[in-house]
T-cell receptor
Framework: GESVGLHLPTLSVQEGDNSIINCAYS??????FIWYKQESGKGPQFIID?????DKRQGQRVTVLLNKTVKHLSLQIAATQPGDSAVYFC???????????FGTGTRLQVFP | EPEVTQTPSHQVTQMGQEVILRCVPI?????FYWYRQILGQKVEFLVS????????KSEIFDDQFSVERPDGSNFTLKIRSTKLEDSAMYFC????????????FGPGTRLTVT
């Protein structure tokens, strides 16, 4: 499954460069945020998450930054590789629910 | 690494027919979900399920939809009388326990209603 990218924001980066994918969320009461990667024909794959009591969290080659003041979330991918090419979704969870609300998605294209 | 699995990968059905989409969540997970993604649109929440009952459902999840955990491993989504607008990718997800929020998704079932 994929979001066909006719209206999908696209980020094109050169292999080896760092990528930054941004996301604005809607609910100031959201207490948890998560980034997913979706490759063509596959389901969303967990990348990294962050709770609202943090503003930064690092994983392997990925960093998530949370700015609650402006309700903004970003995913940084270091040394982007061709295998990183996919659609990336942010999702938020409200404080009194466990459903995830997904953003529109950003298509990341990595060229050599 | 444990994964959520879904069957079938693609289901074609005629309008008005019943379909059952099947999921096997990760074995030690306690919370289960269905989401859908219409082509070109966002992933949308349908329903969450815990302790053998629905804990939350969206406006999309009307009387035509139902979920069931018939045994200790399967989690199903039934659409009683499919409509053209039910055509979408349907994703099952599971979450381990109360203390963890990350949801792990299956590969999806593409439902095509003709």
């Amino acid at each position: 499954g994929e979001s066909v990218g006719l209206h999908l924001p696209t980020l094109s980066v050169q292999e080896g460069d760092n990528s930054i994918i941004n996301c604005a969320y809607s609910n100031s009461a959201s207490d948890y945020f998560i980034w997913y990667k979706q490759e063509s024909g596959k389901g969303p794959q967990f990348i990294i998450d962050i709770r609202s009591n943090m503003d930064k969290r690092q994983g392997q080659r990925v960093t998530v930054l949370l700015n609650k003041t402006v309700k903004h979330l970003s995913l940084q991918i270091a040394a982007t590789q061709p295998g990183d090419s996919a659609v990336y979704f942010c999702a938020e969870k409200g404080g009194n629910t466990d459903k995830l609300i997904f953003g529109t998605g950003t298509r990341l294209q990595v060229f050599p | 690494e444990p994964e959520v699995t879904q069957t079938p990968s693609h289901q074609v059905t005629q309008m008005g027919q019943e379909v059952i989409l099947r999921c096997v969540p990760i074995s030690n997970h306690l919370y289960f979900y269905w989401y859908r993604q219409i082509l070109g649109q966002k992933v949308e929440f349908l329903v969450s399920f815990y302790n053998n009952e629905i804990s939350e459902k969206s406006e999309i999840f009307d009387d035509q939809f139902s979920v069931e955990r018939p045994d200790g491993s399967n989690f199903t989504l039934k659409i009683r009388s499919t409509k053209l607008e039910d055509s979408a990718m349907y994703f099952c997800a599971s979450r381990k326990d109360r203390g963890s929020y990350e949801q792990y998704f299956g590969p999806g079932t593409r439902l095509t209603v003709t």
